[in-house]
């Protein structure tokens, strides 16, 4: 079949996702507590997927066998081609490792590099699975948070290197810090973290022994034509060194689908890797595959547009927030489309706040204390949805805002 539409999409279109049993949707009363939410909060884009992925689908669906799947020499190449357009990064389709979902991938990199009672780094605020990720593991979470300076923030480096230096089994019950859980760009707080942070985060990690397990699932989410720079292609060191998580999930709206390709260039981490998740975790859905290969070939059509219309709504956020929302600050997004909101001048604490959003503003968002301590008085927001519910979203907050 032929691919590779010119299709002009209409990200305004609103489309009902009720009973489509949509976690966003139709769990939201569950979780929520109430029905009549503006849903911004689980981090999927309510925009239709690209046409060529949907024809993949269909037509991979209309052979009628379903049997057990492989990851084939298709979608290993459609892989590998992507590293090298999208990053100019080679890699060796022997590296790749597919997994349902990036954070299956996470608790068995961690059970892969540590025994009970080893630790392993985080930065808070952190994307709230890696909590269970090390706990579940047995481990402990050595905490270094991000530092917010002058509404930026930064990771710190001296924080990283006493992280290392503090653990070595000191403290009753832990062994050492094994490896840094990284997130690039990073959910929640929405950096972009630049080459010379990486490569400072990853001669601090080496150096110590560690291996840093980088969460790259937004790294095609990028705005104002900045680059993302996959840990593992910075050197042979760092190749050696790291496990890299992609997926098109976040880039290609695909979470329901659960696939992701782990990228593990050292055979021995590669090989643990396997070991660990063997009978455990089960290969993707051969509909991912075929997702998978469909978006990385033919998706960039679509998501151009995507790209664009995220980022005028970004914009659109941000203006608002700044003209017409006395006490709230936006941290800026360099990817992800994540907002992370600064609610402290607002003076609640989190219970009131968790309150405001839900029952005085009516908008859905993830409660920035989830993230960790430092995410207290914060939020963080989805944006991808049609702009005329964002701007919808944004009054509520306005209004709730101006009774308080
Ligand atoms: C940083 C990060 N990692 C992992 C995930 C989820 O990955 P998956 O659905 O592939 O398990 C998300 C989803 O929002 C995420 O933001």
Known sequence: MER??????????????????????DLQKTLFGREDLIPMWVADMDFPVAQEIIDAIKERAEHPFYGYTHAGSGVK??????????????????????????????????????????????????????????KNSGCHIASNPLKLVNGHYEMDYSGLEDKFQSSSGRLPGHGRAKAIIFCNPHN???????????????????????????????????FKGRKHTPFASISQEFQENSIVCMSPSKT????????????????????EFLNTMGGIVPNPNLFGYTAMEAAFRYGDEWLEQVLDYLEGNLEFLTSYFEKR????DVIETEGTYLAWIDCRKLGMDNKDLRTFWRDEARVAVEDGYIFGESGSGFVRMNFALPRSILEEGLKRIENAVLKL
């Not at 490792?97 to 952190?126: K, Y």
């Not at 709206?253 to 021995?268: D, F, Q, R, T």
């Not at 929302?325 to 709230?328: D, H, K, Q, V």
Request: aromatic share 10%.
């Open 4 to 25: 590779g539409y010119k299709l002009k999409y209409d990200f305004d279109r609103v489309i009902n996702r009720k009973n489509t049993d949509s976690l966003k949707w």
């Open 325 to 328: 929302i006395p006490g709230i």
């Open 77 to 134: 190449d459609a892989v590998v081609e992507r590293m090298a357009k999208k990053f100019q990064w080679e890699i060796d389709p022997e590296w790749l490792v597919f997994t349902p979902g990036v954070v299956p991938a996470l608790h068995v990199a961690v059970r892969s590099l540590t025994h009970p009672g080893d630790e392993i780094i985080l930065q808070e605020p952190s994307y709230h699975p890696f909590f269970p990720v090390v």
């Open 252 to 271: 290609f709206n695909l979470a329901g689908l659960e696939v992701s390709s782990i990228i593990i260039p050292n055979k021995k981490l590669r090989n």
């Open 188 to 222: 929640p707080v929405g950096r972009l973290w630049k080459q010379d942070e990486i490569i400072k985060m990853g001669e601090t990690v080496i150096a110590n022994g560690g291996v840093v397990i980088s969460d790259e699932i937004h790294c095609e989410i990028v």
